[in-house]
């Protein structure tokens, strides 16, 4: 199955069954989300994976009650860093230099001007930053598990200071921004799944410059 077929037969399930997914699969998923770009390769978020259905039950209500939460057999919390800081950033390119067998000083130069950049800015402004990172993640997500046939709902509503205190992201110095759970389509009970996709038609979608 090509991408292009694979995003044509996924939706934002409504109901799952609570079938799981196979742990072969979501490990790929998960995989993805680890080989997805970021800038300057700094991945500024953390994937929370759940399977603990306790855990799940308690969250419900903070995702104003969305069923899947519970009905999915993993559910996927991106959670960005509130901000960038130098150590961070000098640990990052330490580790990229080290398994490319470069001398740590092999990147100097664009460590000190990224530096510049980046710790310059508000925390708001790095924050910001660093979440959309995760919805690049978020997007590979999507589209590994659309390939791997595993039904999945991108969800931006839930109350994430909530979510950041009952999972302690706070102590970690990270803020819930998504949820992605995963699971099984219960095809009986979901009113979205045989309406047809729709999309802003491409001669309106796309803007070209020849």
Do not use: C
């Not at 109901?15 to 998960?30: L, R, Y």
């Not at 130098?86 to 230099?97: L, Q």
């Not at 999945?152 to 706070?170: A, I, V």
Request: charge should be negative; avoid cysteine.
């Amino acid at each position: 199955m090509s991408l292009i077929e694979a995003l044509n037969w996924r939706y934002a399930v409504k109901k799952m069954n609570g079938e799981p997914a196979q742990q072969e699969k979501v490990d790929q998923i998960i995989e993805a989300i680890h080989l997805a770009p970021t800038s300057s390769g700094l991945q500024p978020f953390r994937l929370i994976v759940i399977t603990d259905q306790a855990l799940k039950e308690k969250i419900t209500p903070i995702a104003f009650n969305q069923s899947q939460i519970t009905d999915s057999s993993h559910l996927l919390v991106f959670a960005a860093f509130e901000n960038y800081t130098e150590e961070g950033i000098d640990e990052t390119f330490s580790r990229m230099n080290a398994e490319r067998g470069l001398p740590d000083s092999a990147t100097d130069a664009y460590k000190a001007q990224l530096k510049g950049m980046v710790l310059s800015r508000t925390a708001e402004e790095n924050f910001n930053h660093a979440t959309h990172q995760a919805y690049i993640g978020l997007g590979a997500a999507i589209a590994q598990a659309a390939l791997l046939k595993v039904d999945s709902t991108p969800m931006e509503g839930f109350n994430g200071p909530e979510l950041d205190k009952l999972l302690g992201l706070n102590e970690k110095g990270l803020k819930s921004v998504v949820l992605l759970p995963l699971g099984n389509r219960d095809e009986a009970n979901d009113w979205l799944v045989n309406l047809k996709k729709v999309r802003t038609p491409m001669d309106k979608f796309l803007i070209e410059y020849k």
